[in-house]
């Protein structure tokens, strides 16, 4: 039997929580926005009148702690921009949390830079599960999160506004892909997949599928990998050895050159390519001798390849970067110093707009036209707009050899 | 005061036990909370009372029953995914996803507890160890269900309409609400549980089984029960933590997060509710400072340099070290205002040794003085 005591107390207690709820209101009423976008928040639409705040969670460490050389690039390139006296004077500023590879602690991240750090935008964010796990949140706080390393097909069609993606998205991949195996066998192909199961590697496995399908090659069954293998993927080549004279390899950068050292073992020669995060002379690396003739595309050019040692952004970049046995100069830092390239121009962009907000930011990553940016091949540009937001309209087709990739010709995708 | 109201609140005293009272007080805190706690900082109060949940029935297993588990993460993913996917796949609201999340967790506990009921000790730590390093592995196994390692995303229980919340803001008071709410509910239940004759079982089991049996405890019962409710606390706390950060992976209940959990049962203090709780923070702040000093791999060093002084500093968790602290407090001087303690006084009949003036009792003779004794 309850005793008196005990249930007028919890009377008490229920009637306390549901009357403050009901009759005095949560503590958001007051704050709920009046600018006419329910899902905005007021601030979003303030003027941005001190120095400017970026945002970045990066793989530090962790299994992906590769992709933390993103950051790294991207921070370069920031601290290059305020050496340079800022964007009109203004300085950047940049706060980089460790996410771990880890999309809940990712998003944990950016809860932290937007309510407490109160950046302005967020950006330079890497892999497709992190920026999945983030974009609600951006959305909903009404900030940018804009050159972020995903390919996702979501992401590129501007479903989270404000989102720029600035890998090149799953089907634009595949587009290169396939057009140059049709170009170097155009009757008759046959092409084996092996695919990391993840975002990534499932995402580029099944666009190049179904893109090659329609142009007339066949395609062996998928052959699947596990995401924490690290051994060779000796049944998939089994699978697929003498059958296919292409292999396309979707895997993770740790599990290409492991793939490719495997594949040298067999007396299969397919022509083979690598998925695009594996295209850096860094990961190539650990595959030696057995990486030449790899193929794969990409959207930046490899600041490692004689050929473009005199282009005046190879030697910005590279004074910039400097030799630090820490820094990954000719992998993933190239990258991130091409996204916060991208970042700067967006923010520039938003400036010009006359209103500099964190809403003129996300206006400004949907419009960019024709922007150039550091380490792009020649002619190529940034452009986006509200339901496209690859900025890429072409990829180049490279192959590597003497410890660099070399641009073969562009393919264009967009 | 009235006299009216004196007796009413002394009729409450006497017939209101205190945890009850506690817990209302509770409740009232974590409404009030977010009124008065940075917007993020609410975020990581609500990861943490998620976490105590959780370290709550790990601290049953462990610190009560003596039963090592190094799998428990699997338990907050079981409940994590299986509210989850209830609420993503099947389209369910989220209060009853987790509840039937916390009822399947309950009965894959009394499942666990099968070779518990043989197992002891360094065996019993091998299999648990087993069940979390399969966990994630099963995750991936069907991701047809689970999305595998690609991950399950906008899963945020958002706001009913009549809470007034909007934003993210909005999202993240909603968030710590519930976990908050469930914390109490959950810390008052735990409460009456260790303190009934279960409890009491629980310690018997603990300390001597042969001897809890002979005194008719059904120590297969109790291991058994032991194990449910961890896993039941441990499912409600995976789910309440995914469904206010949003996102559930296999990578946030693998071994790693199993060890962290342990850890912060023993660093918060085992076999006490309070320790728990304390175990919650531990397992949510000490990560947050650590990567605020260093980031990177290196932060992994220091996170566990920072767990090896705490052991050192406090071996009976820092809920013992607050104790202790507590009780040394009492003994110093009173503080200014209080009556002073009258100096001891010589008497000449005990060879002018001070006699302590409220015990009268005399305190033994220095080794000094008894050498000299003996040369003489």
Request: aromatic content about 6%; some cysteine.
């Amino acid at each position: 039997m309850v005793r008196p005591g005990r249930a007028a107390l919890a009377a008490i207690a229920v009637c306390t929580m549901l009357g403050l709820v009901t009759a005095c209101g949560g503590p958001q009423k007051a704050r709920a926005s009046g600018d006419g976008n329910s899902n905005c928040p007021s601030s979003a639409s303030d003027t941005i009148s001190r120095d400017i705040k970026i945002g970045v969670s990066a793989p530090l460490s962790g299994q992906e702690s590769a992709l933390g050389q993103l950051s790294v690039g991207f921070e370069k390139y920031i601290d290059y921009v305020n050496s340079q006296g800022g964007i009109n004077g203004r300085k950047l500023d940049v706060t980089i949390l460790d996410d771990k590879g880890d999309p809940a602690q990712a998003v944990a991240n950016a809860q932290k830079l937007i309510t407490q750090d109160q950046v302005d935008t967020l950006a330079g964010i890497s892999s497709t599960p992190q920026n999945l796990a983030i974009a609600p949140i951006a959305v909903q706080s009404c900030m940018a999160n804009v050159f972020v390393a995903s390919g996702n097909p979501d992401l590129a069609a501007g479903k989270y506004p404000g989102v720029l993606p600035a890998t090149t998205p799953f089907a634009a991949e595949a587009t290169a892909i396939a057009t140059d195996i049709v170009k170097a066998k155009p009757k008759g192909a046959t092409l084996g997949i092996i695919a990391v199961q993840n975002d990534t590697g499932n995402g580029v496995a099944q666009a190049v599928k179904a893109r090659a399908e329609a142009e007339g090659i066949t395609v062996l069954p998928i052959q699947k990998l596990d995401p924490t293998q690290t051994s060779a993927p000796a049944a998939q080549l089994q699978a697929l050895a003498n059958k296919a004279d292409f292999l396309q390899l979707a895997v993770s950068p740790t599990q290409c050159p492991v793939a490719l050292n495997a594949l040298a073992q067999t007396e299969w020669k397919p022509t083979t390519y690598v998925i695009d995060q594996c295209a850096f002379p860094s990961v190539m690396k650990a595959a030696g001798a057995n990486a030449t003739n790899v193929r794969s595309i990409t959207y930046c050019i490899d600041p490692g390849n004689p050929a473009y040692a005199t282009r005046a952004d190879v030697k910005t970049y590279l004074a910039a970067v400097g030799t630090d046995p820490g820094v990954d100069t000719y992998g993933y830092t190239a990258v991130g110093w091409v996204n916060g390239a991208g970042t700067v121009a967006v923010l520039k962009q938003a400036m010009a707009s006359g209103t500099f907000s964190r809403q003129s930011i996300i206006a400004a990553s949907q419009s960019l036209s024709n922007v150039s940016l550091p380490l792009l091949p020649d002619g190529v540009t940034a452009t986006t707009s509200k339901t496209n937001m690859n900025p890429w309209a072409s990829v180049e087709i490279v192959r590597f050899g003497d410890g660099h990739w070399t641009s073969l010709y562009s393919v264009h995708v967009k | 005061m009235s006299s009216a109201g004196g007796r009413v609140i002394a009729a409450a005293r006497r017939r209101v036990p205190w945890s009850l009272s506690a817990a209302v007080l509770g409740l009232v805190i974590v409404y009030y909370l977010p009124y008065a706690v940075l917007s993020f900082h609410l975020v990581l109060l609500t990861s943490a009372a998620g976490a105590a949940i959780a370290i709550m029935g790990l601290n049953l297993l462990f610190g009560y029953t003596g039963q090592i588990s190094v799998g428990h993460a699997a338990f907050l993913g079981l409940g994590g995914y299986g509210a989850g996917v209830l609420v993503w796949k099947y389209h369910w609201y989220y209060l009853p996803a987790i509840i039937v999340s916390v009822v399947l967790a309950f009965v894959v506990g009394l499942a666990v507890s099968a070779p518990a009921l043989r197992l002891r000790g360094l065996y019993l730590a091998l299999v648990t160890l087993a069940v979390g390093a399969i966990f994630p592995g099963l995750l991936r196994r069907f991701a047809d269900l689970t999305n595998g390692d690609n991950g399950i995303f906008n899963l945020q229980w958002q706001p009913p309409a009549w809470a007034g919340l909007y934003g993210l803001e909005g999202q993240q008071i909603w968030g710590f609400w519930i976990s908050g709410g469930c914390l109490v509910i959950a810390g008052l239940l735990v409460h009456n549980m260790v303190r009934s004759r279960i409890g009491r079982s629980l310690l018997a089991v603990r300390d001597h089984e042969i001897a809890a049996a002979a005194a008719g405890i059904r120590i297969s019962t109790v291991k058994a029960l032991t194990f449910a409710v961890a896993g039941a606390l441990g499912a409600l706390g995976g789910a309440l933590m995914v469904a206010s950060i949003g996102v559930i992976s296999p990578s946030q209940f693998g071994l790693e997060q199993s060890i962290e959990l342990l850890v912060a049962t023993v660093v918060g203090g085992a076999a006490t509710l309070r320790g728990s709780i304390i175990g919650g923070a531990v397992y949510v702040y000490l990560p947050y400072y650590t990567s605020q000093f260093v980031s990177g791999p290196i932060a992994g060093v220091v996170f566990g340099g920072a767990i090896i002084v705490a052991v050192f500093v406090a071996p009976d968790g820092l809920d013992g070290l607050l104790v202790r602290i507590t009780r040394l407090a009492g003994r110093l001087p009173p503080p200014v205002g209080r009556r002073p303690k009258p100096p001891a006084v010589r008497d000449s009949a005990l060879d002018g040794r001070e006699v302590e003036p409220d015990s009268g009792r005399t305190p033994a003779r220095s080794t000094d003085t008894q050498t000299a004794a003996v040369r003489s």
